[in-house]
Nanobody
Framework: QVQLVESGGGLVQAGGSLRLSCAAS????????MGWFRQAPGKERKFLAA????????NYADFVKGRFTISGDNAKNTVYLQMNSVKPEDTAVYYC??????????????????WGQGTQVTVSS
């Protein structure tokens, strides 16, 4: 099994920055994709960004391009989500997730096999 633990959430003012971390442990694979999603109250879980661990290619949802950056540290088995210029509408629970194999474009929740417990991000206006 794979365990994912997110951290770094909290309260931030609009226009500020926050960096989320997701540490992976347990069974590992040679290549996979890590992704970040978020879910606001009463809404569906939404894709934000993903990175393939083997090649490091990334893709982003259009609405976060230019503001959010996904990156990874192989040595620490950790993926990050740098969030800049945050807005009140970014308020949500943020989840990291991992696939069982490398998927170049993985934007759907069903493509991911492992999920973290989520971390709350609240942006005040």
């Amino acid at each position: 099994q794979v365990q994912l633990v997110e951290s770094g959430g909290g309260l931030v003012q609009a226009g500020g920055s926050l960096r989320l971390s997701c540490a992976a442990s347990g069974r590992t694979f040679s290549s996979y994709t890590m992704g970040w999603f978020r879910q606001a109250p009463g809404k569906e879980r939404k894709f934000l960004a993903a990175i393939t661990w083997s090649g490091g290619s990334t893709n982003y949802a259009d609405f976060v391009k230019g503001r959010f950056t996904i990156s990874g540290d192989n040595a620490k088995n950790t993926v990050y989500l740098q969030m800049n210029s945050v807005k009140p509408e970014d308020t949500a629970v943020y989840y990291c997730a991992r696939t069982s194999r490398a998927i170049r474009i993985a934007t759907m929740t069903w493509q991911y096999d492992y999920w973290g417990q989520g971390t709350q991000v609240t942006v005040s206006s």
